[in-house]
């Protein structure tokens, strides 16, 4: 073996040279992978950890999730509920369909039925017991008519002779009324209304054949307070649910305003001074009969709708021995011995539909079937029949809520037959006290 090195230690070779840079670099290279090994195995130390960490995580968010399915589980097993097949379950068949369940408490039937929009004279809901509801109100009606009069004799039934008056008369009615109900009990109310009318009309007449083409016109007007009423109803049923509500009511109607008997009537004698005719120098403002207006009203909730109806019948106490206040005239040949008034039928239905919250819509009809008047004169015991009148009104409501007391209604009446007001519009604004 040759041995390369001198004892003073220098390089005799390059190829040694070359080795011990070799072996310098492997050394160095030895040492970067050590550190390089070190670092990675670090790094992997460090997110091992992470991983278990996080393994613990899952496990707790998995525990929590475990805890909050057994919990609505027991809620849903509490309602009556079935519960829902678990993740991952194969459904083997179809099941058999069920009957729906109800879920939760079914909420209580209303004691009373919701309100709508009022377009008759009677409210559908009965006021609760112990509060008091102030309603004003007004009233305008209006209507037109023509009224023909023959003064004279025929000779053959196309052949008059004699006069024909015909006359047009608009009239004019302004009612406000005052109306305090009072809750008894739970299914008993009392209402007293006291109004006051104002009323004018205005006459043309032209009387053919007299020569003249000249219209003559007269305006009559009257004011004062209307016949006081008094009302009591009473809610027959509990009602609810399918159940309709059974409402019977009592009307009694006083002769508090003036009356057609006390107004002065005048003789106006015509243009041909062949006939007179009996002018009121005033317009009364009541009807000068007491009267006892027994009804039923039926009310069947359909929500959002509710539907109504109802039956009435007027009877009025006849008057004996009346004296008309007709000036130019003998007082014993204008006294009536007695004077009976028909009796009065009538009956209404309809339709109420809630909107919203806050308003409601009312659609109807009324009718009343006014019998005949029989009066019997003092003098010679003759009688005096009159005709039988229908009266009958489509009529539109709206009733809108403006606060937790106070509530707006207004209804709109048409005159469907002709003895009929062509239109009638009431205002109401209900109070809660």
Not at 59 to 65: N, Y
Not at 142 to 160: E, Q, W
Request: neutral net charge; contains cysteine; glycine residues 10%.
């Amino acid at each position: 073996m040759v041995c390369l090195f001198r004892p003073t230690g220098r390089l005799r070779s390059p190829v040694a040279g070359l080795l011990l840079v070799a072996s310098a670099n492997g050394a160095l290279a030895a040492e970067e992978a050590a550190s390089g090994m070190e670092g990675v195995q670090q790094q992997l130390d460090v997110q091992t950890r992470q991983i278990e960490l996080m393994k613990r995580e899952l496990q707790r968010q998995e525990s929590a999730l475990a805890e909050l399915r057994r919990q609505l589980d027991l809620n849903r097993r509490g309602r009556g509920d079935t519960p829902p097949p678990a993740a991952g379950a194969v459904a083997q068949a179809a099941p058999a369909p069920e009957s729906p369940r109800p879920v939760g408490q079914a909420p209580a039937a209303p004691e009373r039925p919701p309100e709508v929009a009022p377009i008759f004279e009677q409210p559908g809901v009965l006021t609760a017991p112990g509060k008091w509801i102030v309603e004003p109100s007004l009233q305008y009606s209006y209507s037109s008519s023509d009224r023909i009069a023959l003064v004279g004799y025929t000779v053959i039934p196309a052949i008059l002779i004699g006069l024909i008056d015909v006359r047009n008369v608009k009239s004019n009615s302004l009612t406000a009324t005052l109306a305090v109900r009072r809750g008894i009990t739970n299914r008993f109310e009392l209402e007293a209304r006291v109004p006051y009318v104002y009323r004018f009309d205005n006459t043309r007449s032209r009387e053919i054949f007299t020569g003249t083409a000249t219209d003559s016109s007269f305006d009559q007007d009257g004011r004062g307070i209307g016949d006081v009423e008094l009302i009591g109803r009473y809610q027959l049923n509990d009602g609810g649910g399918d159940s309709p509500y059974y409402i019977a009511s009592m009307r009694v109607k006083t002769r508090t305003g003036k009356d057609p008997y006390e107004v002065r009537t005048s003789y106006v004698v015509d243009g041909a001074a062949t006939s007179r005719v009996a002018l009121q120098q005033e317009l009364p403002t009541g009807s000068g009969f007491y009267s006892f207006t027994p009804g039923l009203t039926v009310l069947i909730p359909s929500d959002p709708a509710v539907f109504f109806g109802g039956v009435s019948y007027q009877f009025s106490v006849a008057r004996n021995n009346v004296q008309p206040n007709i000036a130019d005239a003998n007082p014993e040949l204008s006294k009536y011995k007695e004077i009976r008034p028909g009796g009065v039928f009538g009956f209404n239905f309809g339709m109420g539909l809630a909107l919203n919250e806050r308003s409601s819509f009312s659609i109807g009809y009324d009718h009343l079937s006014v019998g005949k008047t029989e009066a019997t004169f003092a003098v010679n015991g003759s009688k005096a029949t009159g005709v039988r009148v229908q009266l009958g009104s489509l009529l539109l409501g709206y009733s809108y809520k403006l606060n937790s007391k106070q509530t707006l209604n207004l209804s709109l009446g048409v005159g469907v037959t002709r003895d009929t007001p062509d239109m009638q519009l009431t205002l109401r604004m209900p109070l809660s006290l």
